[in-house]
């Protein structure tokens, strides 16, 4: 066993990475390509699904190379994948028949606000645990199906799109499926990956007729839905495929689920927070689905083989990461490493705080049409200040969440484990700690999120016996405790309130 892996595809919002993990869950690959980010109109975000699936092949083989693997030595894959974005492809050709609209794109609120109106909210709300917002992949869904062009086929004899996914000829998912289906052949999700499609039952564990029907999603579209950890496997790829080998693909989780599983959050109140494009907060609930009173979701953590779906807390914030980038777009910076350097050379914002409402306000706000908004500006403001409130920026919108999860869990953080790109930034991780008056706890290994989803796969085929391994596995590479006084938290938190204000209900168009 000690010359065998498992590998995990991580198919990301910019880019898709291939790593393959050893026993000790240490890194023994890694090969990274980035795709187009794709924007037709203000608000829309869309990506090529082949470009996607070419990069996918490209990074697995290029990654076993570079390490010198053989694909025989992969014991299993797993995959994990950016959430709710979602492709609708032909089952004959396997071609999409429209660019995949991403979990960021806005297109559909005005198809939101119709569902709000209706009062069909809560009612959407209790059968999903979601907010109902163009966030998810229902509306998405039926976007494409009204508006993807017919595809000129003889095939299709000129009938739309609709038409043909009501006679079972176009199938539907999410990233996993799509690279599930491109591997294996098979239509089939994850359990964590259907509850973000606004189309599952959480509570039933099945797709919901009348979910489906409100959003015009003709039933054979769907995939069928599986375990995160899936000893019965997923299919495997073909022998005589780009890998060259049979190589069974045997976990998948959303990447934000695979995030908690690789930082072995397998315990009723155990949290992560993911510092990506955007940030995601989730606290495990046990086989409990909590429903939140304060903005956050309930939704699918993980299920094992022959054991209950484990339910999470989740906040979504839709920019962080992004926010750096932005800066970086506007030449604000040249790099991301940069932004400490610059925050860390003034003593504050002298009061100027950047809400990053690029594509709306996620938990615990929620409103589709807030928009980027910088306040409190001079004439003596420079841009180390406005670096310096964008960061702070990643540091209240978390404190939003956490005091979200608190009152609805009922329980009170103690420790907040951090991963994703941006917790390399120690400035970052020292402001979150002061700001939400809690330790923050870095791992040594923070590509949790492929970790996570390697994980569930070796676990499905033996490769890891126990999730007690896993928690071995679990190293810390340093922890942040708070350093600032609470009082002087609260006041500089009870402002981002006030400029969180100013950003609502901005956009008018659509």
Known sequence: MADTYVGAIDQGTTGT????????????ANAYRKHEQIYPEPGWVEHDPMEIWENTKDVVTTGLDEADLDPEQLEALGITNQRETTVVWDKETGKPVHNALVWQDRRTTDRVEEIQEAGKVEWIREKTGLECDAYFSATKTEWILDNAEPLKMEASRGEDVRTRAENGELLMGTIDTWVIYNLTGNHITEVSNASRTMLYNIHDLEWDDELLEEFNVPRPMVPEVRPSSDENTYGSTDADGFLGAEVPVAGALGDQQAAMFGQTCFDEGDAKNTYGTGSFYLMNTGTDAVSSDHGLLTTIGFQMSGEPV??????????????????????????????????????STDGVYMVPAFTGLGAPHWDGRA???????????????????????????TRDVAEAMEADSGVEMTTLRVDGGAVKNNFLCQLQSDIIQTDIARPEVDETTALGSAYAAGLAVGYWDTVDELRDNWQIDREFGPEMDSSEADKLYSRWDDAVEKSLDWAQEG
């Open 371 to 397: 928009r980027g908004t910088i306040v409190g500006m001079t004439r003596g403001t420079r841009k180390e200040h406005v670096v310096r409130a964008t960061l702070e920026s990643i540091a209240y919108q």
């Open 310 to 347: 484990q339910y999470a807390l989740e906040g979504a914030i839709f920019i962080t990461g992004a926010a750096i980038e932005w800066l970086e777009d506007v030449d604000l910076i040249n790099n991301a490493a940069q932004t400490a350097e610059l925050a860390r050379s003034v003593d």
């Open 17 to 28: 990475r291939f790593m393959v993990f050893d026993h000790s869950g240490q890194v023994v």
